[in-house]
């Protein structure tokens, strides 16, 4: 069977944090873009149960590797 990583900053899922993962985050914290339950948790990197810029620069820090 395939076993899917929880990784946090994943907002799709695919179990790497890629560039289409900074984006929904982005929107998503400018009230441009709903996420679902799942991509809310994972995008929500601090834990303080909202998507704000703290949490896109961190997922922007892991995807570029920084």
């Given amino acids: 069977g395939t076993v899917n990583a929880i990784v946090a900053g994943d907002v799709s899922g695919d179990g790497v944090v890629e560039y289409d993962d900074v984006m929904p985050a982005y929107k998503a914290s400018l ?36």
Avoid: C
């Avoid at 873009?33 to 961190?58: P, R």
């Fill in 31 to 66: 009230g441009e873009a709903v996420l679902t339950e799942e991509q809310s948790i994972l995008a929500d990197i601090n834990g303080d149960q909202k998507i704000d810029d703290l949490d896109v620069q961190e997922i922007y820090r892991i995807y570029t590797g920084g």
